[in-house]
């Protein structure tokens, strides 16, 4: 086993590496430019730790299958953020900002296209495995997508139901990323099923857990404006459970603050109206449950201890964040 | 040998035996609408004569390539919709009219990503090759639709940049369909050339014809406003070499019917200059210098002249229009 930041500079240079055409510049500049962002880069690195798991012995044959999740990644953001209408990503503007929305929308599209020719160049007698679970991630962040979009219009949005759009829009990538190494590395369908419970469900613990920083984070260590979701009254974890436990009076309050325009007034009335109904600790304690399902799916995983140390760090990493 | 229109009931029925989610409606609904306009579906019966030529015995095999070139198809209609601001499509509203810009760029990349679950479905052997096959189509298509966007900004297109676009932008499809039925059917690389050259011929002759028929094509016929393209500026072949014959004084006569606000006047003056320059000779020449391309390369196929009828029939039937 390598460790995990040799994998991490293999990626890298895999992106960097990567040839796409020049003509036409609209269609392939973003591409380039997108990808030259450099997020975290962690749904390619999952592939390659998902078939290091498994003892695999051609690492390197497992790069195509990264670039895939990772291009994919890319475009889902691309399209999201001309739907979400968003001005910045990693701190540079959005694709559609910078060109334009009918250049999103088709670079976006030529991504998952050049996606799909990263799962073409995997070892063809993978293909058919790797495209099946590919398809299944990538049809389950559209409908994600749709359902984060459909509940800013909704009065209230039941916990089940934001649970089942953070699994999809974002959780299924990192188990579906995970299971793709797995399948590389000849692992079974129990084990890859497991696999792909741990990446999920670590994916929801860390969603929610992204929800309760942007209240309780450190903003030295948070990297994002504490509050931000309060501000644009996002329906966060900690918000559903509110909208369900106040009382008639409170549920007034909660009401008028979309009318608030003080920021300061806005995030403490919220924070004490999360404070009232104890909230943080029934975000906290779902989060926890999430988690544990993660490491419990990746302990019944029947390959050695030592194997596991990569993934095991990995989701701590993920996991604790200074609030 | 089963006829044509047994292939294209197989193909309709497949398509109404589609199963669709029905969570989340936003993102399901659209594609079953616009699959639902029932085009010409011309591409879908390509695959299925593409195989058919092979005199391949298992056609049911190829439905599922069949539904993924539609699919492809009508993924490619909703984006370039969304793009070209179209209102309607097959004489109904277009999805970004009926629904939203985002609801058409989210159930697009559903719709694509479907496409994707179909080559999934076929043979495993033969997986690898097809999503070879179609990842290049896509990319090409995506290639020729921002060639199409960028040409409308320009002030003058050659000739060999504007059959490059329409070869990407509508040919290639052709082609691919084609070349998929033949590696259903096992035909070896030179019989898939073969097959992909004379579909992407056939299209290239197509869409000369279809250039020409706007303007000299019978109204009854042709199924579409007479002079649409000349009311729109539209970059056609006739337009390009025109802009390339006229002499100072009709160029300055041209650029001013931008200006011209009387649609019979503006198609009027137009088809003079065309008539001056005899751009619709050269145009038919170029027509049927590809059309003739395309017959050769499939008279040079090494199947029995028998085996051919069906695409000879298909292809008689695409470029004999009355004018």
Redesign the interface.
């Known amino acids: 086993m390598l460790t995990q930041s040799t994998y991490s500079t293999q990626i890298t240079n895999a992106i960097e590496q990567a040839q796409f ?1 020049t ?2 510049p ?2 392939y500049d973003p591409i380039r430019y997108i990808l030259g962002l450099s997020g975290k880069r962690i749904r390619p690195l999952l592939v390659m730790l998902g078939a290091d798991l498994f003892a695999f012995d051609d690492m390197e044959s497992t790069i195509p299958a990264a670039l895939a999740v990772e291009y994919f990644h890319n475009f889902s953001l691309i ?1 999201d953020d ?2 979400d209408e968003a001005p910045l990503r990693r701190g540079a503007q959005t694709v559609h900002k910078k060109w334009s ?2 250049v999103a ?2 670079s ?3 991504l ?3 996606a ?2 990263e ?2 160049r995997c070892a ?1 007698a993978k ?2 495995a790797l ?2 679970v ?2 299944r991630m ?2 389950e962040v ?2 994600g ?3 984060d ?2 509940f800013e219009t909704e009065d209230s949005v039941a916990e089940a139901d934001y649970i089942s759009m953070i699994r999809a829009k974002t959780s299924v990538l990192l188990g579906g990323a995970l299971q793709m190494g797995a399948i590389l590395a000849n692992a079974n369908e129990q084990e890859q099923d497991l696999l792909f419970q741990f990446g999920v469900n670590l994916g929801i613990a860390f969603q929610l857990q992204d929800d309760i920083l942007d209240v309780y984070g450190n903003p030295e260590n948070f990297g994002k404006q504490v509050g931000g979701d309060i501000l644009c009254d996002k329906k966060t974890i900690l918000r559903i459970h509110l909208q369900q436990l106040v009382d008639v009076q409170d549920a007034a309050v909660l009401d008028n603050l979309v009318n608030e325009l003080d920021a300061e007034t806005k995030i403490e009335t919220t924070k004490k109206l999360y404070a009232k109904y104890g909230v943080r600790s029934i975000a906290e304690q779902l989060k926890d449950h999430y988690a544990e399902l993660a490491y419990n799916a990746l302990e019944t995983i029947p390959v050695g201890d030592q194997q596991k140390m990569a993934l095991r760090d990995l989701a701590q990493n993920l996991m604790v964040r200074t609030y």
């Open positions: 055409p003509d036409p609209k269609l399209h001309i739907m929305e009918n929308i088709l976006g599209d030529a998952l296209v050049k799909y020719e799962i073409a063809p293909i058919p495209l099946k590919f398809n990538a049809l559209c409908e997508q749709q359902k979009m459909d």
